[in-house]
């Protein structure tokens, strides 16, 4: 059978949409496809465009490639325009006088930015902003100037400012209507928007109707508007609009709109059959759709219509969701409340600058548009709600209303949703396609987005997406995929037997055996972590080095300017005067900010590498051990004063805290593990807040178990009570080491306990009563990690090989000079960002 | 540019380099060498050369140790946010000698 011939003009996001889908159909060979192209290069990622200002390439954004389209026999034709359509000869000629004819044909000839008709429009440095070469000329335009003007207030426009802001320009924004997003937000989302913008340093000139473009005085040029103000600036970027590109269909007598745009029907087809017409240069019931995702619904409609489908085209929806200069923006079906009769809630937080808007049906029971400026977290719940006509709850307001304390969101869950909600739009994925995705076996959302597409196009849709496929799951009675990354496939605790049991101590070792690739920032701490309980090695051996976070690699925690903090170990809290001279004096030394800790104990703030073993080796000298503030271990035992000095102490709870310091510091467990010890019930210790707490009574003492403070407080249980020294410690011995065995990543007493299955009773026969006939074999492990121990940082000062890691430089002995210190309170503090630049140009009228 | 010597890139490792103050971070992985711009673009620190590496999804990546985003070593495209992205430098070996292209 001889092949049809299709032929597409424009390779842009839809006419390349198209390809790949008509090659994806079950029927493929039976046609022959060749793209016309006017730009020098196939389709690329025209809605990622701005990357290129960050640094992405032509490359980078590219969706296709020449060797694709050569592989599946797609021929091409680059830098050619067609400039002739014969519908009745079936061909199509372009400006280089090739002529092709064709079976079918598929206008996606786009669209083009609008340049308003102002006198002076056409000199150089003014420009717009659409393609590759466009941005090229942007940037070689800004090189040459210092101030530039975006005409044009909507989303393109915007977007285009942050352009020009991050080329270092001052930057304009001048707008015809009276606020910004006209189409998109209502006037108090605009105003919001607005001044978030400005406070970015983006002047915003609304009601501005630009008349004429003259010379400048100060500037390249000066725009005088209509008020007879005027703005000067040495560029201007024309972004007020996108028209259709329907030459081809008004001149060869296509039926075309009256404001522009290829009329098309239900099935994408023009007023001629076999011509269709796609993306943003078609005409749908008047409308036309400057949006991606509606322009690749087309070409899905089209591929159905040529290959025998039934699918259609009946509009989309244009909700939007953005970040504009970092500010997010959304805007959902009727934004402005154009429905009569329409009711409105508005929520608004002057102080944080939020505004959110609800706008709901006549009789208040549905959801027919949104406005969300500076938290758009909102966004996909609602836009669910909106699309799927689903009844808002009994007070709609709670859906943007923030979710007070303890109170979780009221958004109407996944499953209030219908199978047919579109989850992904820019790839038209329902709910009912991700479920059955699922049920097919992909399980985590990475396989969702390879086999459904969702989540890969915009990227909004990932969260909901996620919570769509975990709900199914939990349907499904999977448990929800517990793997520790890609790399493995077992959860912490089987690792850690596989560690345990196969005497393992190298994560080369387990990934070879049990698991594939070669790791991650997710595996390597972790099995890290296990080996270290397991075996306690010193982490900075070179086997176990690369396995280990900058924090326990350095020895030290890493601080938001990359320098680092030192916190020696202060068992008890109890300290001599001579070491506290000793740390006030390497404080000064080295111009450290110094602070007594939550944990009883002083922190140095603000080390930079190559200073961190000169620093120890003084601290060592002095008396200290590492602290381990940077692992995932044993910190500190908070001790109260106790027996020894306070009137009420039962108890010697600084010895107690001590002794339980020294026995267990260096021990490395899935998450950071507290203690505390009080010398009586009053509890100034708040050993009840703690991993392990410790109260002395009359009876002996205390054990509470499971406590935490951070980020969720719970309360210790109270474990046993009436206790001497030594069953103390063998019960806090087997705890520490089953809660090591059977934790999971990250996960700390507290939250390990909440999901252990048979609770506190449980825990309680595991240890006390060695139900399972572990105890003497944790106890066993216990003493093994505690013999072990070392010191770290000693070792490490001690070997001139490890040393080197600490250079900032390989190649030079310069400091690192992003980092920058002001003083405040007579101690260092990290610069703010406005201080660094000034630091930066202060040094650079020095050098100069 | 002459860097370094090459015993001083340690497998899975990275270094940070200085070259006319453009900080620069380079790896050993599977024995090839990458390198990339060490400032974290989302923190603004230059710590990318103390980040973990390994791979993701297929792609070699080093994780930023301050917010963990990835960064592709040989694009220095961030994973996250493709949109982002570090500088990625030419880097060879010769004569047990370590070169970057900047
Ligand atoms: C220095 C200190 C604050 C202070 O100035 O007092 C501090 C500083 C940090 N805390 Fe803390 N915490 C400090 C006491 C606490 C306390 C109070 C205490 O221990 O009595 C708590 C609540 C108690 C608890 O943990 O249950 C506390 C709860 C947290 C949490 C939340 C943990 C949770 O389970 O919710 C984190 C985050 C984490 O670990 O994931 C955290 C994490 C951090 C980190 C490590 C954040 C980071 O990754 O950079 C901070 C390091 C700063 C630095 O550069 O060194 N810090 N942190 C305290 C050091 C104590 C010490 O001597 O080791
Ligand atoms: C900076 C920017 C940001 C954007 N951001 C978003 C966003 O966040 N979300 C969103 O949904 N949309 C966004 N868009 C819009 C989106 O890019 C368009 O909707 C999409 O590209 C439309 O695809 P298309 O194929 O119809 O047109 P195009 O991608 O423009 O492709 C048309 C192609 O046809 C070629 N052509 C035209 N006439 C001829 C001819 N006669 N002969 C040969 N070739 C011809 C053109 O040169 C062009 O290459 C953005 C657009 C820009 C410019
Ligand atoms: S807990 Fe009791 S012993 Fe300790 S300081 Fe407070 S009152 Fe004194
Ligand atoms: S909605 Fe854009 S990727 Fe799914």
Same mark, same amino acid.
């Given at each position: 059978m001889k092949k049809q011939k299709i032929v597409v003009v424009g390779n842009g996001m839809v006419g390349h949409k198209f390809i790949d889908t008509l090659l994806a159909s079950s029927n493929a060979d039976q046609y022959q496809i060749v793209t016309i192209a006017e730009e020098p290069r196939l389709a690329y990622d025209r809605v990622q465009l701005s990357a290129y200002f960050s640094g992405s390439t032509a490359e980078d954004l590219m969706l296709t490639s020449e060797t694709y389209y050569q592989e599946k026999g797609v021929s091409y034709k680059l830098n050619e325009k067609v400039v002739e359509l014969k519908p009745e000869e079936n061909c199509v000629v372009t400006a280089s006088g090739h002529k092709e004819t064709y079976d079918q044909l598929v206008l996606a000839t786009g669209s083009y930015p609008f340049v308003p008709p102002v006198p002076g429009r056409e000199q150089p440095h003014c420009l717009v902003y659409r393609t590759i070469e466009d941005l090229e000329a942007i940037t070689a335009s800004a090189k040459q100037s210092k101030v530039g003007v975006v005409v044009g207030g909507g989303l393109l426009g915007l977007e285009a400012a942050n352009a020009l802001k991050n080329l270092g320009l001052e930057t304009h924004v001048v707008e015809f209507a009276p606020r910004l997003m006209a189409v998109q937000l209502d006037e108090g989302g605009g105003q919001v928007l607005r001044s978030k913008i400005e406070k970015l340093g983006v002047k915003v000139h609304t009601e501005k109707n630009t008349q004429e473009i003259v010379a400048g005085e100060k500037c390249r040029y000066r725009m005088i508007f209509a008020d007879g103000n005027y703005l000067e600036t040495d560029m201007i970027l024309f972004s007020a609009g996108i028209r259709p590109r329907d030459e081809l269909a008004r001149k060869f007598g296509l039926g075309v709109g009256e404001r522009g745009g290829i009329v098309i029907n239900n099935y994408c087809q023009t007023t001629v059959p076999n011509i269709y017409a796609i993306g943003e240069c078609a005409l749908w019931s008047n409308r036309i759709f400057g949006l991606v995702a509606p322009g690749y619904q087309m070409a899905r409609v089209a591929v159905s219509h040529i290959t025998g489908g039934t699918e259609q085209f009946l509009g989309a929806d244009m909700s939007t969701k953005l970040k504009l200069l970092g500010v997010e923006v959304a805007s959902i079906g009727d934004a402005q409340a154009r429905t009569p009769g329409a009711l409105s809630y508005v929520y608004q937080d002057g102080i944080n600058e939020i505004y959110k808007r609800l706008v709901l049906s006549p009789d208040g029971k549905k959801l027919i548009g949104a406005v969300l400026v500076g938290d758009s977290s909102a966004y996909g719940n609602l836009l669910q709600i909106c699309l799927n006509h689903m009844e808002v709850p009994e007070s709609p307001e709670q859906l943007i209303v923030p979710a007070s304390d303890g109170q979780a969101a &009221? !958004? #109407? !869950?996944?499953?209030? #949703?219908?199978? &047919?909600? &579109?989850?992904?739009s820019c790839h038209d994925v329902s709910k009912g396609a991700i479920c059955c995705a699922v049920r097919d076996g992909a399980t985590t959302i990475g396989a969702i987005k390879s086999s459904t597409k969702a989540g890969t196009g915009c990227g909004g849709c990932v969260a909901l997406a996620t919570q769509v496929m975990n709900s199914e799951l939990t349907k499904l009675g999977v448990d929800i995929c517990t793997d520790v990354c890609e790399h493995f496939s077992y959860t912490r605790q089987e690792l850690y037997h596989l560690v345990r049991v196969g005497n393992i101590r190298t994560f080369e070792e387990l990934i070879e055996k049990h698991g594939r690739g070669l790791g991650c920032d997710i595996c390597k701490p972790l099995v890290a972590s296990i080996l270290a309980s397991c075996w306690?090695? #010193?982490?900075?051996k070179n086997e176990l080095a690369h396995l280990q976070d900058t924090n326990d690699y350095f020895m030290a925690n890493m601080q938001k300017s990359g320098t680092y903090s030192i916190v020696p170990r202060v068992a008890g809290g109890e300290i001599t005067p001579d070491k506290l001279i000793a740390l006030g004096m390497v404080g000064k030394k080295y111009r450290l900010y110094t602070k007594i800790t939550g944990g009883q104990r002083i922190d140095l703030f603000g080390a930079q590498l190559e200073d961190l073993p000169a620093i120890w080796q003084e601290l060592i000298d002095a008396g200290f051990e590492t602290g381990h503030a940077y692992g995932k271990a044993v910190r500190t035992v908070k001790s109260c004063v106790g027996s020894t000095w306070c009137r009420? !102490?039962?108890?010697d709870s600084v010895g107690m805290a001590i002794a339980i310091e020294e026995r267990y510091k260096g021990l490395r467990a899935p998450h950071k593990l507290k203690f505390a010890v009080s010398g009586c019930t009053r509890e100034c210790a708040e050993a009840q807040s703690k991993d392990v707490g410790v109260i002395a009574t009359e009876n002996g003492w205390s054990l509470y178990v499971c406590g935490n403070g951070g980020m969720k407080p719970r309360h210790a249980d109270l474990f046993a009570t009436g206790l001497d020294d030594q069953t103390l410690l063998k019960y806090i011995d087997r705890f520490l080491m089953f809660y090591v065995r059977t934790a999971d990543r990250l996960q700390r007493t507290s939250v390990w306990m909440d999901n252990l299955e048979g609770g506190l009773k449980y825990l309680k026969s595991v240890i006390i009563d060695d139900k399972l006939g572990v105890g003497a074999e944790l106890e066993k492990e216990m003493q093994m990690v505690i013999d072990a121990y070392q010191c770290e940082w000693k070792s490490t000062i001690s070997d001139p090989e490890k040393l080197k890691r600490f250079r900032t430089f390989v190649n030079s002995n310069k400091r690192d000079n992003t980092v920058v210190f002001v003083e405040e309170r007579e101690q260092i503090r990290p610069a703010n960002e406005e201080e660094i630049v000034r630091f930066v140009e202060a040094n650079e009228l020095e050098t100069a | 540019m002459d860097i370094c010597d090459s015993s001083d890139v340690l497998p899975n490792l990275g270094v940070r380099a200085l070259v006319n103050d453009e900080q620069i971070a380079i790896y050993r992985v599977q024995g090839q060498l990458y390198a990339i711009? %060490?400032?974290?673009?989302? %923190?603004?620190?230059?710590?990318? %050369?103390r980040g973990i590496v390994g791979d993701v999804k297929g792609q070699l990546v080093v994780a930023s140790p301050i917010y963990k985003q990835h960064f592709n070593l040989a694009t220095g495209v961030c994973l996250e946010e493709p949109s982002v992205r570090v500088k990625s430098y030419p880097v060879r070996e010769i004569a047990g000698r370590v070169q970057v292209l900047v």
């Open positions: &009221t !958004g #109407l !869950g996944v499953d209030a #949703l219908p199978e &047919t909600a &579109t989850i992904c306690n090695e #010193l982490i900075m009420y !102490g039962v108890l | 711009g %060490s400032i974290d673009p989302f %923190s603004g620190a230059a710590v990318l %050369s």
